[in-house]
């Protein structure tokens, strides 16, 4: 069955490409982003690797570690990790999960439960259903989920205005409208009071309908 907002991320155990690690434990108190490919040197994939990497600082400052999986063993992934440099002009610095028994792709539904064998034997295409994004709070809850056909690549910069909208929310429940950005107005939580609205906006917010109270940035 496939995992949607607010149910716990499956913990898991896997090898990767920093050794072997226990998931719920790798995110610890941080946030986390795991994002899936169908199989290793496949071109679309290539450039999203590449990408996340270069702009990795962006989300060790929002205190979030990301995490790739493939179901690629992990010296697929090292040769991989070379191509991907030579391409994109940065190799992958996070964890590649070498998912060869297809565990943590089921846990996680982007697999079917009957799924088996040799995990290079399979192609691409069977495993198009890698494709997905999970965002994942400090309490390895479920944030965000996105699923991306393999002929689109992934847009990394909304991953981060996502977590920017989440992290804004549960530190000030704030809430973000469409085609927010960070800086512009937000939107008080409907879980906040007034009175208790009044004691953190002194200033006022404005009330354009009975349900919607925006305030600056």
Same mark, same amino acid.
């Given at each position: 069955?496939?995992?949607?907002?607010? !149910?716990? @991320?499956? +913990?898991? %155990? #896997?090898? =990767?490409?920093?050794?072997?690690?226990?998931?719920?434990?790798?995110?610890?108190?941080?946030?986390?982003?795991?994002?899936?490919?169908?199989?290793?040197?496949?071109?679309?994939?290539?450039?999203?690797?590449?990408?996340?990497?270069?702009?990795?600082?962006?989300?060790?400052?929002?205190?979030?570690?990301?995490?790739?999986?493939?179901?690629?063993?992990?010296?697929?992934?090292?040769?991989?990790?070379?191509?991907?440099?030579?391409?994109?002009?940065?190799?992958?610095?996070?964890?590649?999960?070498?998912?060869?028994?297809?565990?943590?792709?089921?846990?996680?539904?982007?697999?079917?439960? !009957?799924? @088996?064998? +040799?995990? %290079? #034997?399979? =192609?691409?295409?069977?495993?198009?259903?890698?494709?997905?994004?999970?965002?994942?709070?400090?309490?390895?809850?479920?944030?965000?989920?996105?699923?991306?056909?393999?002929?689109?690549?992934?847009?990394?910069?909304?991953?981060?205005?996502?977590?920017?909208?989440?992290?804004?929310?549960?530190?000030?429940?704030?809430?973000?409208?469409?085609?927010?950005?960070?800086?512009?107005?937000?939107?008080?939580?409907?879980?906040?009071?007034?009175?208790?609205?009044?004691?953190?906006?002194?200033?006022?917010?404005?009330?354009?309908?009975?349900?919607?109270?925006?305030?600056?940035?």
């Amino acid at each position: 069955m496939s995992l949607t907002i607010g !149910d716990l @991320a499956p +913990d898991f %155990t #896997a090898q =990767t490409t920093e050794g072997e690690i226990s998931f719920h434990d790798w995110i610890g108190d941080s946030w986390a982003v795991l994002f899936s490919h169908p199989r290793d040197f496949t071109p679309v994939c290539t450039t999203e690797l590449g990408y996340m990497a270069a702009i990795k600082p962006e989300f060790d400052r929002r205190d979030t570690k990301i995490i790739g999986l493939s179901v690629d063993p992990v010296d697929n992934h090292v040769r991989w990790a070379q191509d991907i440099e030579q391409v994109q002009g940065v190799a992958p610095n996070y964890p590649m999960i070498a998912d060869t028994d297809h565990a943590v792709a089921k846990a996680y539904g982007m697999l079917p439960a !009957d799924v @088996a064998g +040799d995990p %290079t #034997a399979r =192609t691409p295409a069977q495993n198009a259903t890698l494709r997905n994004v999970f965002v994942i709070g400090p309490d390895k809850q479920i944030k965000l989920v996105l699923v991306y056909p393999m002929s689109t690549g992934r847009n990394f910069d909304e991953i981060l205005r996502v977590i920017d909208s989440l992290q804004l929310t549960a530190d000030h429940q704030l809430t973000t409208p469409a085609q927010w950005q960070p800086g512009d107005d937000a939107i008080i939580a409907g879980s906040v009071s007034d009175e208790q609205a009044r004691e953190r906006y002194p200033d006022g917010w404005q009330q354009p309908l009975p349900y919607m109270r925006v305030v600056p940035a």
